[in-house]
């Protein structure tokens, strides 16, 4: 079974460093024999979440982000981290996602499915508090999070000119990361196209 990841950053600035982050995910992701299909929130027109539009007029944006989650294996998510937490516009994106959709079975675009994290920072500290928080979003809608996670502090410095990270630890990190997605995705049973 070819394991299938959709990738996406929680980011829309330009030159974002968790773009790049999660650019070099899917990079490693393929070489790894998966299929990655990467995609930008941005390109997804949703609504700030509101209860009332579920029932007779579920945005059609929604969908379309709903069928790409339940069509893969696992997610490759980079997180930045906006006053300690994540950003809108992933947090957004997931409450769509994770809306029962009508007309099919399945409960959430997120359930079932594995997920690693990862998040670039130009501060100390890395996304620490944004990770610890998608964490626990991710785990409350059924998703499965890998244990491994790559944080990247003072990141503006942390990429090379090929995109490639130049410290040997959260590069390795990410390999750990993306083998351990990849191998649970294995586990668990086919995405519902």
């Known amino acids: 079974m070819t394991v299938k990841l959709l990738a996406f950053a929680g980011s829309t600035r330009t030159g974002s460093l968790n773009q790049a982050l ?4 899917a990079r490693e992701a393929r070489a790894r024999g998966a299929e990655v299909t990467a995609i930008r929130l941005t390109d997804f027109d949703l609504p700030i979440y509101h209860g009332d539009l579920e029932p007779d007029e579920f945005p059609a944006a929604a969908l379309e982000l709903q069928t790409l989650l339940r069509a893969h294996h696992g997610l490759l998510i980079a997180s930045p981290e906006h006053n300690g937490t994540i950003s809108a516009l992933l947090k957004n994106s997931i409450d769509w996602g994770s809306r029962p959709v009508p007309g099919h079975a399945i409960i959430s ?22 990770l610890t928080h998608l964490r626990h979003v991710l785990s409350t809608i059924q998703t499965i999070v890998a244990t491994e996670q790559v944080m990247i502090p003072f990141a503006a410095t942390a990429f090379d000119a090929q995109g490639a990270l130049k410290e040997p630890l959260p590069a390795q990190l990410m390999g750990m990361m993306v083998a351990r997605v990849i191998d649970l995705a294995e586990r668990l049973e086919p995405p519902v196209s």
């Open 22 to 25: 999660v650019d070099l995910a």
């Open 109 to 130: 675009g997120f359930r079932n499915k594995v997920a690693g994290i990862m998040g670039a920072s130009i501060s100390p500290f890395g996304t620490l508090r944004s």
